[in-house]
Every structure is written in C-alpha cells, then in structure tokens.
C-alpha cells in the first residue's frame, strides 16, 4: 500500500523553507506530504491526513476580537485553512496543527486566542528560537501523554498568540511553566492534536517524531476504515 499523502498547509513567505523539514518528518514516520498554499488548490477529499502548519498570525475577525496592530495577517491562507479543518473534521480526516496550525485548529472548533499571549501570562518565559529552551509540561491522561510520555519537554518557540476559550471538543494537552496552553486535542474521531511548538524543526527527538507517527497512523487508520483513537477517557485539567 503507498503511503499515506497528508496535505501540509504553509506560509507563501517561509512555506518553501520549512515543507522540506515537514516532508522529512512524514518520510519517517511513514507517510507523504502535499504542500499547500492559499491561492492554488487545496481539496481534503485528495489526502489522508492534513497538517496546518506555522507563519502568520491568525485575524481575530475569525473569532471575534479585535486587531493589534503588530499582528501579522493572511486573510487568505485564513480562509483555506479554516475550511480546511471544517471539512477534514467532516470527512474524518486527521489533523495535526502546528504553532498557528494548533490556533487555528482551536478557532475553526469555535475557539477564540490570546492576541499578546506573554502579555496575559506574565509569568511565562517569552522565547523566540528554533532552539529548544522552552519547558512544556504534559498533562497526563492525554492523547499527547501517550505518544511523548509526561516527562516535561523543552520545546522551541516561535509564537505571540495562544489558545485563550477553548473550541468544542477540545481539551488542554500542555502547558508552559507560567501557565499558558502549549497543546490542545481533539476528545474523539477523528484524531486532531495542535501543539504550539515547531516539532519539525526538532526531527532527532523521538518524542516530537512520535507525534507525527500518530498522525500517519490515524491517516493509515482513515484510509482502512478503522478507528483512529480510542474512547475518550477522563478529560485533563
């Protein structure tokens, strides 16, 4: 069986640099990636999985709030990738949702964001490296527990915005030291995480390849009709 093609959503202004890194991650773990860019075609009916991934800032006018004026938009790479969730969660499609991906996730399930994240959570360490320096902590009874185990992780960190009210059938997977939601999951079929760091970037930890593994294989668990997660259980807190 070939393997499973994932459809990978990007910025046109750093999409060219960081698909390779993705494609990478999908190539171990399994799996295929298809880039996508707002203005060409993107249709989820043509993949097994998707994966929204990092860049721009996503407009408040998605979630009802209101502009700052540092935010950086793409109005268009908004629309495709809002419909984009909408429509892999109709058709039972996975999602894995990086940095702006795991927003966006959040938003597209009726969720709203933190706009200046480090100005809310005051006493979370403000980061801006590929490096990783940042601490996250898994909460355990998670989906995520279950592929990276619940021993902190240090993360890189490239984000201003965060998930603030969460989106229907989500749950807190991780937070940062201060408190700030670093990780958000989906409670059931089909299987959607969203993690606020770069795991891409991170590709010779076997705890941030685990989670793109868990994509490819509820992607191969889509494509043979079987179930891609397992009854929800306790929610975290």
């Given amino acids: 069986m070939s393997r499973p093609l994932i459809g990978v ?23 295929w990636g298809v880039r996508w860019v707002a203005g060409r ?28 004026t ?29 940095c702006r991906g795991a927003q966006m996730l959040n938003v597209a399930l009726g969720g709203d964001l933190h706009q200046n994240a480090y100005g809310v959570y005051t006493a979370s360490r403000h980061y801006w490296t590929i490096l990783p320096r940042k601490r996250v902590n898994v909460l355990p009874q998670t989906r995520l527990s279950e ?16 998930v603030n009210t969460l989106g229907d059938d989500l749950r807190v997977a991780a937070r940062d030291s201060g408190g700030m939601i670093q990780a958000v999951e989906r409670l059931r079929d089909p299987f959607a995480i969203g993690v606020q760091w770069h795991p ?33 259980d306790v929610a975290a807190t």
């Fill in 41 to 68: 075609p993107s249709d989820i009916a043509g993949v097994d999985g998707l994966i929204i991934g990092g860049g721009d800032d996503i407009s408040p006018d998605l979630y009802g709030g209101e502009l700052i």
């Fill in 70 to 98: 540092s935010a950086r938009l793409d109005p268009e790479r908004d629309a495709m990738e809002r419909r984009l969730v909408e429509e892999a969660l109709t058709r039972n499609v996975p999602v894995l949702g990086i």
């Fill in 9 to 31: 959503t990007t910025s046109r202004r750093s999409g060219w640099r960081i698909f390779p890194l993705v494609q990478l991650n999908l190539l171990l773990a399994g799996g």
């Fill in 200 to 232: 891409e970037h991170l590709f010779y930890a076997h705890r941030q390849r685990s989670i793109f593994r868990a994509l490819v294989e509820a992607a191969t668990a889509r494509r043979e009709s079987r179930t891609q997660i397992a009854a929800p």
């Fill in 147 to 162: 592929l990276t185990g619940t021993q902190p992780m240090h993360v890189n960190a490239l984000h201003s915005q965060a």
